[in-house]
């Protein structure tokens, strides 16, 4: 009386679970696939100094004390 569904697995069975296991791997792949993808294209947007001006970057070493008034001048004319 009972069909062949529940005799031989069907849904809840071996079929079912070779099923599961091969989407799970494709969505894996794809995951890594779309993560790999995104991090090159962000690190590409990715400006160095972010987007500040020489200048800008120059004052805030003044700022800092990591250079001197006489080496603020000499860079800051060569800019």
Not at 34 to 49: D, E, H, R, Y
Not at 63 to 73: H, L, N, R, S
Request: proline share 1%; charged share 20%.
């Amino acid at each position: 009386m009972m069909n062949g569904i529940f005799r031989s697995g069907g849904w809840f069975g071996y079929g079912m679970g070779m099923w599961a296991w091969w989407i799970l791997i494709i969505a894996g792949a794809v995951g890594i696939v779309w993560f790999v993808m995104n991090s090159q294209i962000s690190a590409l947007n990715k400006p160095g100094n972010n987007g500040k001006s020489a200048q800008d970057l120059l004052k805030e070493r003044y700022a800092k004390g990591e250079i001197t008034k006489k080496e603020f001048d000499r860079i800051n004319k060569d800019l």
